[in-house]
């Protein structure tokens, strides 16, 4: 369980989040929705403990996540491209992830095959840098890599950004299959209403950094977010 307890951050004079209490139970797929400079990366940024609380304290499965580093060895994460190593290519990338989970290069070669459908040939016998990639492949090299060794929690920031159609949808189903097959706890946030809406079994609208509604989908729960969002 993530538990967000009384956590405030602010900038200078400016509070840019501000929750009193959150609760993600293992096994959901946890979609977080606003907009721009609503609070969302920030959110995922001090679950991370990339930035630092002004105020509460954050923990994954009892442990403050400012206190211990012991929640990393079953989380993981992609907010953005800062998590690649451009250096590298995306099978050394991959490789690289195995070794500290302790998981073999044949391993690793098997998962990449899995998702040979999802990156459409583009890493097939290629040696290019990961900075030499589109944003959009980049992206799918991102958040495949946080699939690797099963963590029990999963963090993603804007999945479905520079993807096209396609791509998408292949990673919605991804991300679904994936937390049904290892009960793992899936935090998404995302502009794209549609694929939260289909993806997500909790959605939280966050703005201005307080939550302003809690909710289980259900086949309402597109035209909620529609109608919140056209106001």
Known sequence: ?????????????????????????????????????????????????????SEGTIEIDQIPVHQSEDWKAFTSAYLDEKFLISYLTPKEYFEMIGQL???????????????????????????KYIRSYSKGNQQKIGVIGTL??????????????????????????????????????????SHDLNHVAELCTRIVILEKGQIVDDVKTSSETMAKLENYFSV
Not at 104 to 127: C, M, P, R, V
């Open 148 to 189: 690797i060794g099963n963590p029990q929690t999963v963090v993603l920031d804007e999945p479905f950004s520079n993807l096209d159609p396609t791509s998408q949808y292949r990673l919605r189903d991804i991300l679904k299959e994936f937390a049904a097959q290892n009960n793992s706890t899936v935090l998404i946030s």
């Open 1 to 53: 369980m993530i538990t967000l307890n009384n956590i405030v951050k602010k900038y200078g004079g400016t509070t840019v989040l501000n929750v009193e209490e959150l609760q993600i139970n293992n096994g959901e797929i946890f979609g977080l929705v606003g907009n721009n400079g609503a609070g969302k990366t920030t959110m995922f940024s001090a679950l991370l403990d990339l930035v630092r609380l």
């Open 101 to 127: 989970k302790n998981i073999s290069k044949e391993e690793i070669q098997e998962f990449i095959t899995k998702y040979a459908e999802f990156f459409n040939g583009e890493l097939d016998g290629k040696q």
